[in-house]
């Protein structure tokens, strides 16, 4: 197919799991950008207060908020906790998708070699990094492969993402916007602006 790179498809796939996972009344932070009540007679249903992990354990789950807040960490904008990535990879997890079959083992490979949670921020970081060097076992690369892709996906799938990108979606427009770049020479073929 024309236009369809792997990159290209794997986007799509992501944009289609993420539309998925945002139906899902249990999450307490995860909110998906592109969310909208289906049916206008049905009250919104109020978040929990806390998510209940579906497929991780509760330490398992911990030690994913864990990591994903230190690949997108809370600076000057919100990190991977206040978006709630952690619930969207156990939501993922649960619902079948056998990208995050391989997540336990890594979990469980963390803690072979010491107890994760019981380290002090530097030392996680240090285990992390140990992980993803490409000098280090195979299986601890693919791990933080697998935890780093689902991070980035459930951040920028995720409101709190998008407007970090500034997302013009999100914006409510009376009109439709003015093209941004009108010299552009492909965009010479068509109509004036109706205003």
Excluded at 32 to 42: L, M, R, S, W
Excluded at 154 to 167: A, D, F, H, I, Q
């Amino acid at each position: 197919m024309a236009n369809q790179s792997p990159d290209r498809r794997r986007v799509l796939e992501m944009l289609a799991k993420a539309a998925v996972a945002s139906q899902f009344p249990g999450f307490s932070r995860w909110v998906f950008a592109a969310e909208h009540q289906h049916n206008p007679d049905k009250p919104i249903q109020p978040k929990p207060a806390d998510y209940q992990p579906q497929f991780f354990n509760p330490a398992e789950y911990r030690t994913i908020e864990v990591l994903t807040e230190m690949i997108i960490p809370t600076d000057e904008s919100p990190g991977a906790k206040e978006a709630g990535v952690a619930e969207f990879i156990d939501f993922m997890a649960a619902h079948g998708d056998e990208d995050l079959v391989p997540m336990r083992a890594g979990l469980r490979l963390l803690d072979a070699k010491s107890r994760f949670l019981d380290l002090q921020p530097a030392e996680q970081e240090e285990l992390l990094k140990s992980l993803a060097d490409k000098k280090g076992a195979p299986e601890g690369q693919a791990f933080f492969k697998l935890i780093r892709r689902y991070t980035v996906m459930g951040y920028y799938t995720g409101r709190v993402g998008l407007e970090e990108l500034s997302y013009p979606g999100l914006e409510f427009y009376s009109q439709s916007p003015e093209c941004p770049h009108k010299d552009d020479p492909e965009h010479r073929h068509l109509p004036p602006a109706r205003i």
